[in-house]
């Protein structure tokens, strides 16, 4: 299986006006990508931001579901929660991540638009199953910075549907770019 890990980031992300931000952390991102990541074997989910309050909310979200009554009331649900990770940024993810598998991952960003240097799903899916880790980076709001994304490996093609509408939820994102890259 390959060493995938995921993260949603909610610092740098961009506002409608372009503006950098803090994004908050959502209920349903934490569930529902969690899902999609034990479905898919990620090795981690990541939820990076550097505000307090943010990272204190996922901390009770996380432990009702992993160690409260949540674990009993829904099993399933604790083994997705299990994967989540509160990291302040992403070298603090980057930094986990070597020390789990002794290697820095290949980061991979995902954008709603085309990029000059975007990367096609059928190429990315032979570059993670050659091995090591590899970091896969989805953003809030109304996407990652600029700066951010310069900074990346990879930058993958976006999720195109059949209109030119095209604004999905971070959740429904990742769960299709997880199973065009490791589905069965």
Same mark, same amino acid.
């Given at each position: 299986? &390959? #060493?995938?890990?995921? @993260? =949603?980031?909610?610092?740098?992300?961009?506002?409608?006006?372009? !503006? +950098?931000?803090?994004?908050?952390?959502?209920?349903?991102?934490?569930?529902?990508?969690?899902?999609?990541?034990?479905?898919?074997?990620?090795?981690?989910?990541?939820?990076?931001?550097?505000?307090?309050?943010?990272?204190?909310?996922?901390?009770?979200?996380?432990?009702?579901?992993?160690?409260?009554?949540?674990?009993?009331?829904? &099993? #399933?649900?604790?083994? @997705? =929660?299990?994967?989540?990770?509160?990291?302040?940024?992403?070298? !603090? +993810?980057?930094?986990?991540?070597?020390?789990?598998?002794?290697?820095?991952?290949?980061?991979?960003?995902?954008?709603?638009?085309?990029?000059?240097?975007?990367?096609?799903?059928?190429?990315?899916?032979?570059?993670?199953?050659?091995?090591?880790?590899?970091?896969?980076?989805?953003?809030?709001?109304?996407?990652?910075?600029?700066?951010?994304?310069?900074?990346?490996?990879?930058?993958?093609?976006?999720?195109?549907?059949?209109?030119?509408?095209?604004?999905?939820?971070?959740?429904?994102?990742?769960?299709?770019?997880?199973?065009?890259?490791?589905?069965?």
């Amino acid at each position: 299986m &390959p #060493e995938l890990y995921v @993260a =949603l980031i909610h610092f740098p992300v961009v506002n409608k006006n372009g !503006e +950098v931000i803090a994004s908050a952390v959502t209920n349903l991102d934490l569930h529902d990508i969690s899902r999609s990541a034990r479905t898919y074997g990620v090795q981690r989910y990541y939820v990076v931001t550097p505000l307090d309050d943010q990272q204190q909310f996922v901390g009770r979200l996380v432990d009702h579901w992993v160690t409260g009554s949540g674990a009993v009331y829904n &099993p #399933e649900r604790r083994k @997705a =929660l299990e994967l989540v990770c509160i990291k302040s940024s992403l070298e !603090e +993810v980057r930094d986990d991540i070597h020390q789990v598998s002794g290697q820095y991952p290949h980061t991979i960003v995902t954008c709603a638009r085309h990029c000059p240097r975007s990367i096609g799903y059928d190429q990315l899916k032979k570059n993670i199953n050659s091995g090591g880790p590899h970091l896969l980076m989805f953003g809030t709001a109304w996407g990652l910075s600029g700066d951010f994304m310069d900074q990346a490996d990879f930058v993958l093609d976006p999720v195109v549907g059949m209109t030119d509408y095209n604004h999905l939820s971070v959740r429904s994102a990742a769960a299709i770019i997880l199973d065009r890259l490791v589905g069965r």
